[in-house]
């Protein structure tokens, strides 16, 4: 079996300080999201309703207050809100690690809905350009969380050629899946092949946002059955984890807004 490389988590010394990894792969997923972004916002369905280079970058802003104040209000409320309500000045600290991608995600729909009032757009309309963005900068913090060697995954029968020793998990050298890796080939790069060639052509407004938020809640709840649930929480009801009870709302919505586009669309004119 392998064993984790135990990469060092800091990329770039600088005396006593230094920039880690995991901080640049959040700046690998905004540019790519800006880069992907911009090619969307040049297609002939959005140019023609006026979508500029201007407008991604502040969508970007947006987007970027979203991640990392929705990220960290998620985890701390989500995952562990009796010990942050007691030590409600530990919530600043993001440099402590603990973030939540559902809680990024209720932060950056946020952020949408902001950004499309002062500009005059629906939300659904911006949700739809840029829900195609999205899943590569899943990927990239996924590879963040893999090169920290966290959020590694459950117990994988040792004769599984890739199961994966984590030294970090104190566990005696239990074989796990490395299930950081997975979430990144499957929310990340899957999501985002399917995405991207499902809105390359014009789409009911709705349509994109509902394949979206269907797409990752599946992707998710099925990673989470080979990823280790958080020790402080375990498994919760059904044997479920909350990582899966907190993407079923995805995939139902992400349902309901999908059918609700298409009947729209479906109406005599």
Not at 79 to 85: L, N, Q, R
Not at 244 to 268: C, D, E, H, Y
């Amino acid at each position: 079996m392998l064993v984790h490389p135990q990469f060092d988590p800091i990329a770039i010394h600088i005396g006593s300080k230094g920039i880690h990894w995991y901080g640049i792969t959040y700046l690998i997923a905004f540019g790519l999201f800006l880069w992907l972004a911009t090619l969307r916002s040049r297609m002939p369905q959005h140019a023609a309703v006026g979508w500029t280079k201007r407008d991604v970058d502040d969508v970007l802003f947006y987007g970027v207050l979203g991640v990392v104040l929705g990220g960290r209000l998620g985890y701390c409320f989500f995952y562990k809100p009796a010990y942050y309500v007691q030590h409600l000045s530990e919530v600043i600290r993001v440099w402590d690690g603990g973030m939540s991608f559902h809680g990024g995600l209720l932060g950056v729909l946020l952020g949408l809905y902001l950004f499309g009032r002062r500009r005059g757009r629906s939300f659904l309309e911006v949700s739809d350009l840029v829900a195609p963005c999205v899943p590569t900068g899943i990927m990239a913090v996924r590879l963040g969380n893999f090169i920290n060697g966290e959020l590694w995954g459950r117990p994988a029968p040792a004769d599984l050629p890739w199961a994966m020793i984590f030294p970090q998990a104190n566990d005696g050298g239990i074989a796990r899946h490395p299930s950081q890796i997975y979430q990144a080939a499957g929310e990340g790069l899957l999501l985002f092949i399917i995405l991207w060639f499902y809105a390359r052509k014009p789409r009911a407004t709705g349509q994109i946002s509902g394949v979206f938020m269907m797409g990752y809640g599946v992707l998710r709840f099925v990673a989470e059955y080979f990823r280790e649930p958080d020790d402080f929480l375990g498994l919760r009801a059904l044997n479920w984890s909350q990582g899966q009870w907190l993407s079923l709302p995805m995939v139902i919505v992400g349902a309901a807004l999908f059918a609700w586009a298409t009947k729209r669309n479906q109406r005599p004119a």
